[in-house]
């Protein structure tokens, strides 16, 4: 039988030499523990809002990829987008905002029907969103602020004609640096923005509806 030659059995040694690392690596490190939140807005009825025999569908809100995710955005400086180690919110932001609406509209009790893009609700009027900052501004202050905003469309759906758009905005600064301090923020500011959306969206729906009349 032929032996090996000198040259191939180097070659063999110095491919074992190289995969034997990699063998190694095939136990992988425990990732560490990510902590949940879900910022929990509190949303008030307003007497003032007016009461609607019409329907409402509310689209999933369009964002960029770095506002699409679980990830809580943080700039520590103008320009720079990070994220928090070890934290994360229950769901991609615009999930989040879909379903304080959904839930604040529901309990209302001002609008004859509301649900999701996709639960076969047959609407009158459909709300189109998108959410274009969902993140803690430090702004070159000690604590950071979790800064909304929110642009809307609401489209009559029987002729797709857009009834009225705005942009809705809120400001909270957090009572501290910690992730718990800055997810209570977002609770706030996410209200404020809920609150603002529904009286606008219950007014400019009234104000078409009586023109179709």
Known sequence: ????????????????????????????????????????????????????????????????DAHDSARILVRPQPGELQVYKGAAWTQPAPDLVLDTLLRAFGDSGRVAGVGRRGEGVSADYELLLDLRRFEADYADEARPTARIALGARLVRNDDDRVVASRVFEADAPADGTDVAAVDRAFAQGLGAVTTQLIGWTLDEGRRDAATKR
Do not use: F
């Open 1 to 64: 039988m032929t032996r090996p030659s000198p040259l191939l059995r180097a070659r063999t040694l110095a491919l074992a030499l190289v995969l034997l690392p990699l063998a190694g690596c095939s136990v992988l490190p425990k990732h560490a523990p990510i902590a949940l939140y879900r910022p929990e807005a509190v949303v008030a009825t307003d007497p003032a809002w007016p009461q609607a025999n019409w329907q409402l569908r509310i689209a999933r809100p369009y964002a960029d």
